[in-house]
């Protein structure tokens, strides 16, 4: 196909972004190590998926062996050997198994966009919130300070409370939306990953007619 390797980096890349974004949990980065050149199994588990050559079922079925630390070279050898098998038969399934894979990231992401579009609106609604509380802080510590200094320094302590949770929300806010630009950038490269296997697809199925 002639690009899976780079679909593979792609499906890992939207899978980091969605768990993140999402669940608030990355996912494990303890797989165990084997293989040819010390490839990580994790990184040949994903090769494999982008290039087609396990489906989403297989692919999540060995990822889940993998995060608990069962997932051995010999398990992904068995998948590559029936790929090369079933290669003879031609790259309809390969291209197959890699759209489904895209057609699923795809979900993930929008499920995860939800999900960070509703806590970015918590957050920018907190913030709001903070800045009013800011802002009435100051104001009463102008009214008191020719009344009462120590009344006053309270006021300006508590505002500086304030505006510390305040600098520590923005953080998570800028995060969020450059996540939210990430997976956008992310949707598009899987958008003309589709559309360039789709064409792939066309053209077999094309050429397999005028064989006949």
Request: aromatic share 4%.
């Amino acid at each position: 196909m002639g690009c899976g390797s780079a679909l593979g980096d792609l499906f890992y890349l939207a899978d980091t972004l969605a768990y993140r974004t999402y669940d608030s949990h990355l996912p494990p980065d303890r797989w165990r190590t084997g293989g040819e050149g010390n490839e990580s199994l994790r990184a040949r588990l994903y090769r494999m998926h982008g290039e087609g050559q396990i489906s989403e079922e297989v692919f999540n079925a060995l990822k889940v062996l993998a995060e608990r630390g069962h997932l051995r070279p010999a398990d992904l050898a068995v998948h590559l050997a029936r790929a090369r098998r079933g290669g003879s038969e031609g790259g309809d399934a390969a291209i197959g198994n890699a759209l489904r894979g895209i057609r699923s990231r795809h979900a993930k992401l929008e499920q995860a966009r939800v999900g960070s579009e509703k806590v970015l609106a918590d957050l920018e609604a907190r913030l709001s919130e903070l800045d009013e509380r800011i802002a009435a802080k100051e104001q009463a510590a102008r009214q008191s300070v020719a009344q009462n200094e120590d009344t006053a320094r309270q006021r300006l302590a508590e505002k500086a409370e304030f505006a510390s949770s305040r600098e520590r929300l923005a953080a998570q806010a800028q995060a969020l939306r450059a996540d939210l630009a990430r997976l956008d950038e992310l949707n598009l490269q899987l958008e003309a990953k589709s559309a360039e296997l789709e064409a792939v697809q066309a053209r077999n199925h094309m050429g397999a007619e005028m064989i006949k």
